[in-house]
């Protein structure tokens, strides 16, 4: 694609920002996060906003969330920072050079192709650049696919998805935009207790040894698949769990049992599953929700093989919710307490983030996207025709996203290992 322009974009201040100038250091819940910039890109239909309006309304919504338009320093003692020195959010613009409808490359709700190249290209040496980055393709019928790119350090998923709606708001509202004032005091978060005083062993779970990453391996050897669950297939599921469950521990528990058949296990075999948990609501005191920054850890419910199959979706359901159950206050305490021993200690910390070609079978990694309000992301001309997340690069990562069909179904994105691919396929759909 031809690019017309790049553009840095500045917040848009009446009056500086309190927090202009802040070195703010990142927790440790910024540092357990990967160390990535992770990439969104999402569909518009025509008619759209032009680009213009939608540049208008990034201006003023990203005045309240300074940190993205920030960038990550280092200190004198070599820790990481996010220096809010408002140099600003890079918006790579298209312009009208794609020539093409964006009903030819959509396909279901779907991009035909890769989507590699609707979103910007980050250098290799990634350090102090943008840390949120847009790029606006424009296609010939007015539709427009905006790919975003942001720095897991300085958001989460569920931050990334309020600035998303904020963002919406400004380009629909427009004049009679009035900005929020999300909670961005990330110290307050992580805050330990006077003696610190860890109880788990979060060594081993959240972080891990330099010398314990697995080895990768080449990326063709990873499928990535795309699985629609209508909202029909999700109210049997629930039937057949015979208890009150949610949308994500039923289909989890679906998908759980469909891949260890897929990956035809060793029954004696364990399998675990990484469930990424918003711990807002966990900490005590509970932070609030509009919180901008990082604030997830991970369950890992563990199961042998032969249970993962043989048990009914209640008794897998029930190994997931009682592993969620262990992120609690006293747990999200303990991770802090852990973080500031091990700091006083002059300790490296290496998160567990798996790196791109890694195998991760026979486990499994989740994210949740179901708390995305794509309805909400309406730019004024109606939410997204369509979410398309790049490739997954970790065989056994997966990801349960909102349907954009607005039928209340849930799509799910997951990668699974070329040989695996065939089975998975025959089976996904089966209740039995």
């Not at 035809?264 to 364990?270: G, H, L, S, T």
């Not at 999200?332 to 307490?337: A, E, G, T």
Request: hydrophobic fraction near 45%; charged fraction near 20%.
């Amino acid at each position: 694609m031809e690019i017309t322009s790049r553009t840095m974009l500045r917040p848009a201040y009446s009056a500086p920002h309190p927090l202009s100038g802040e070195k703010m250091p990142l927790t440790v819940f910024d540092r357990v996060a990967i160390d990535i910039f992770i990439p969104t890109v999402l569909a518009y239909a025509a008619p759209a906003p032009s680009n213009e309006a939608l540049k208008e309304g990034l201006h003023k919504a990203v005045s309240s969330y300074p940190h993205l338009a920030g960038r990550l320093a280092v200190d004198d003692q070599g820790r990481r920072f996010i220096h809010l020195n408002n140099e600003g959010v890079l918006v790579v613009d298209v312009g009208t050079t794609v020539p093409v409808d964006l009903s030819e490359v959509l396909v279901d709700g779907r991009m035909a192709a890769s989507v590699d190249d609707l979103y910007p290209t980050i250098p290799e040496e990634s350090f102090g650049v943008a840390l949120l980055q847009i790029q606006l393709n424009r296609y010939r019928c007015g539709g427009v696919v905006i790919g975003i790119t942001s720095h897991h350090h300085a958001a989460d998923g569920h931050s990334m998805s309020t600035f998303f709606t904020t963002w919406a708001s400004a380009v629909r509202e427009g004049k009679d935009f009035v900005a929020p004032s999300p909670f961005l005091d990330r110290a307050a978060t992580a805050v330990p207790r006077s003696t610190p005083a860890p109880k788990f062993d979060h060594r081993s779970l959240e972080f891990m040894n330099a010398h314990d990453k697995k080895s990768v391996v080449p990326m063709n050897r990873i499928k990535n698949l795309a699985v629609h669950f209508t909202a029909d297939f999700v109210a049997d599921l629930k039937a057949r769990v015979g208890s009150r469950c949610s949308t994500f521990q039923c289909l989890l528990a679906h998908v759980w049992k469909k891949l260890t058949a897929a990956r035809d296990m060793n029954p004696e075999e364990f399998t675990k599953v990484r469930v990424a948990v918003n711990c807002r609501g966990r900490a005590d005191p509970p932070v609030a929700m509009d919180f901008s920054g990082n604030m997830v850890l991970w369950a890992f419910p563990r199961l042998q093989a032969r249970d993962v199959l043989s048990w009914s979706y209640g008794g897998v359901v029930s190994a997931i919710r009682d592993a969620v159950a262990c992120i609690d206050d006293e747990y999200v305490q303990s991770f802090v307490d852990f973080a500031n021993v091990a700091d006083a200690n002059g300790e490296e910390l290496v998160a567990t983030a798996a790196d791109a070609g890694t195998m991760l079978c026979p486990d499994m990694e989740v994210d949740s996207w179901l708390g995305f309000k794509f309805h909400q992301i309406d730019l004024g001309t109606g939410p997204p025709s369509a979410f398309l997340p790049p490739d997954l690069p970790v065989e056994g990562l997966m990801i349960f996203v909102p349907s954009c069909n607005g039928k209340g179904g849930v799509d799910l994105f997951v990668a699974v290992a070329e040989e695996h691919v065939e089975a998975f396929d025959q089976i996904c759909y089966s209740l039995e």
